[in-house]
Structures are given as structure tokens and as C-alpha cells.
């Protein structure tokens, strides 16, 4: 007889709320042999973990440490860690899915676990249940209508300072969404500023969790926000409602 094949799964638990979590990913969750989010350290319980814990009581929960820095040898070797304890239940064959904050595409955890995964067993199908994003639950909070018409969007991460806006604030007709700007929120306020586009921009920070608030980016931009920050900069003379 021969052995079940593993399958792996990247569920996407949106950014906090846990009613913005889908039917779908409930339901992966429930079906699943193994449940596993990541953790900055084992006795530590992560976002995605407690969303989980929330919309499907029950299910135990498996944490792999991850290292949330840029690409360097410490992340490096716990992605590799983090796949061999995934790999572990694959080859069992059991269905893993793995929990993210947000959607399992965009910005994610799970496509570099799931690389290794790739590389070290080609044969394990791997698949993804979509999650919705922070920037779609800061434009329903707001009221802000993002695109219309032939209008377009950039989505833009900030890491590195408000630079990132540049290219897409040329563009008048261009929505912006700025994902890991946080620390440089009052330079990214002073720079939509000065391209003019500073009213109807709105942050929001944590959305959904402990701490969390959103409003008009002019009234929020004193001070630095948190890695999960995310700000929207409508089109041209398109403010929030």
C-alpha cells in the first residue's frame, strides 16, 4: 500500500480581526492534522495563533520559530528549521497548514518556509487559502474607495524610508498602499505632504489587535508606528468618506 502524500497549506487569517477570517481558511483550519504558526520564540503565542485560537477552538496549534529580519544567515538557518520541522509531518503524510497574518501571497511568512519545503521535497503539494488584507480592512473602516475606473494601484513596502513613494506618487491617478513603513511614518506624512496627497490619506496600525488605531494619516503621523502599520493614499482629489 502505498504512503499518503503530505500536503501543505498557507492559510491566510487576515490582519486581525477574527471575523475578517474566511469560511474557507475555518475550515482547512479544521480539516487539517497539523496546525502550525510562527513565533518569535517557542513559549511565545503568535498573531496568527491567537486568531486561530479564536475562530476554531479546539485545534492545537504547533509554533515554529521564525526570524523576522532581512535575508541573513539567522533567517536563513531558521527557515531551514522551520521546514524541517514542516517536512517532519509531510512525510507522515499528513495535511500542515500553516497560518499567516494577512494573505498567504503578499508579504508573507509562508512562500520562504514553503521554498525549502519545495527544494527538499518536490513531490508535496503545495497549496494556499487566500486571507484578506489590512489595507482592505483600513479602506472599509474608512470609507475610502481605492480604485474606480482605469485607475491603478502600487503597493509599496517603506522599509527603507519614503523614497519607495516616489514612482508612484508621479502618477496622480494612482492609488498607494504602503505596507512595513512604520518607524518612518512622520517622513512618509512630510513627503505625501509635499506631493500634495497628505489629505485623505489614512493609517491605520495593528488593525484588529491589542493597540490598535487608524484615522487620517495628517492626525496620526507624529510618531512612529509598529511594523504593521499600513497607510492609504487615494487617487487625486479622492478623499475618505
Same mark, same amino acid.
Given at each position: 500500500?502505498?504512503? *499518503?502524500?503530505?500536503?501543505?497549506?498557507?492559510?491566510?487569517?487576515?490582519? &486581525?480581526?477574527?471575523?475578517?477570517?474566511?469560511?474557507?481558511?475555518?475550515?482547512?483550519?479544521?480539516?487539517?492534522?497539523?496546525?502550525?504558526?510562527?513565533? +518569535?520564540?517557542?513559549?511565545?503565542? /503568535?498573531?496568527?495563533?491567537?486568531?486561530? =485560537?479564536?475562530?476554531a477552538?479546539?485545534?492545537?496549534?504547533?509554533?515554529?520559530?521564525?526570524? +523576522?529580519?532581512?535575508?541573513?544567515?539567522?533567517?536563513?538557518?531558521?527557515l531551514?528549521?522551520a521546514?524541517?520541522?514542516?517536512?517532519e509531518?509531510?512525510d507522515?503524510g *499528513?495535511?500542515?497548514?500553516?497560518?499567516?497574518l494577512g494573505?498567504?501571497n503578499?508579504?508573507?511568512?509562508?512562500? @520562504?518556509v514553503?521554498?525549502v519545503?519545495?527544494?527538499l521535497?518536490? /513531490?508535496?503539494?503545495?497549496?494556499?487559502?487566500?486571507?484578506?488584507?489590512?489595507?482592505?480592512?483600513?479602506?472599509a473602516? @474608512?470609507g475610502?474607495?481605492?480604485?474606480?475606473? =482605469?485607475?491603478?494601484?502600487?503597493?509599496?513596502?517603506?522599509l527603507?524610508?519614503?523614497?519607495?513613494?516616489?514612482?508612484?506618487?508621479?502618477?496622480?491617478d494612482?492609488?498607494?498602499?504602503?505596507?512595513?513603513? &512604520?518607524?518612518?511614518?512622520?517622513a512618509?506624512?512630510?513627503?505625501?505632504?509635499?506631493?500634495? =496627497?497628505?489629505?485623505?490619506?489614512?493609517? /491605520?496600525e495593528?488593525?484588529?489587535?491589542?493597540?490598535e488605531?487608524? &484615522?487620517?494619516?495628517k492626525?496620526?503621523?507624529?510618531?512612529?508606528?509598529?511594523?504593521?502599520?499600513?497607510?492609504?493614499?487615494?487617487?487625486m482629489?479622492?478623499?475618505?468618506?
Amino acid at each position: 500500500m502505498a504512503a *499518503r502524500t503530505g500536503r501543505l497549506v498557507g492559510v491566510g487569517v487576515g490582519p &486581525g480581526d477574527p471575523e475578517l477570517v474566511t469560511a474557507q481558511a475555518v475550515r482547512v483550519l479544521r480539516e487539517a492534522d497539523v496546525v502550525v504558526a510562527p513565533s +518569535m520564540a517557542v513559549d511565545s503565542v /503568535g498573531r496568527a495563533e491567537s486568531i486561530v =485560537r479564536q475562530v476554531a477552538a479546539g485545534v492545537d496549534v504547533e509554533r515554529v520559530v521564525f526570524v +523576522m529580519t532581512e535575508h541573513n544567515d539567522e533567517r536563513a538557518q531558521a527557515l531551514e528549521a522551520a521546514a524541517a520541522q514542516l517536512i517532519e509531518h509531510l512525510d507522515r503524510g *499528513r495535511c500542515v497548514a500553516f497560518v499567516t497574518l494577512g494573505d498567504p501571497n503578499i508579504y508573507s511568512t509562508f512562500p @520562504a518556509v514553503a521554498s525549502v519545503v519545495r527544494r527538499l521535497r518536490p /513531490g508535496v503539494p503545495i497549496e494556499t487559502a487566500a486571507g484578506i488584507m489590512a489595507f482592505q480592512d483600513l479602506a472599509a473602516r @474608512a470609507g475610502s474607495v481605492l480604485l474606480d475606473g =482605469r485607475e491603478s494601484m502600487t503597493l509599496v513596502t517603506a522599509l527603507d524610508g519614503p523614497a519607495a513613494l516616489d514612482a508612484a506618487l508621479a502618477d496622480p491617478d494612482r492609488a498607494i498602499v504602503v505596507y512595513k513603513g &512604520g518607524r518612518h511614518l512622520p517622513a512618509i506624512a512630510a513627503r505625501l505632504a509635499e506631493a500634495g =496627497r497628505l489629505d485623505g490619506a489614512v493609517v /491605520g496600525e495593528l488593525l484588529g489587535l491589542p493597540g490598535e488605531r487608524w &484615522g487620517p494619516a495628517k492626525e496620526l503621523s507624529d510618531r512612529p508606528a509598529s511594523y504593521l502599520a499600513t497607510v492609504i493614499v487615494p487617487p487625486m482629489g479622492r478623499s475618505a468618506s
